[in-house]
């Protein structure tokens, strides 16, 4: 019996010592021939996070959301027309509805901020 078909909390401890993995949620890693390993990342989700995760200046805008429209989960289903209304210009806006349209479908995640030391 060798190492990696031990547990499969001493595997997830191995592979992560050798492999980088990237901070969105479902990473698939194949350690062998027939065995594959999801690792999940997940972290709460907010406003400031998600406008951090979309870049581009956008988050010159999450004071403004945050006062706004107050919750992540009514960002996500925001109309054009009321960020328009809020004074965010279109450049800003399409990514952001881009961005939050490909989160509702699971597709993708701001990744993780790494730990400061």
Not at 12 to 32: C, E, Q, R, T
Request: with cysteine.
């Amino acid at each position: 019996m060798g190492f990696l078909d031990s547990s499969p909390s001493r595997l997830l401890l191995w592979v992560s010592a050798f492999y980088h993995f990237p901070s969105h949620s479902g990473s698939h890693i194949n350690v062998g021939k027939h065995k594959e390993l999801k690792v999940e990342f997940r972290f709460k989700v907010g406003i400031p996070e998600f406008l951090n995760g979309v870049g581009g200046g956008v988050e010159a805008h999450v004071v403004k959301l945050e006062l706004e429209i107050g919750d992540f989960q009514k960002l996500l289903v925001t109309s054009t027309l009321k960020l328009k209304k809020l004074g965010i210009p279109c450049k800003h806006r399409k990514p952001i509805l881009k961005y939050a349209h490909k989160y509702r479908l699971g597709l993708w995640r701001p990744q993780a901020e790494p730990a400061k030391a």
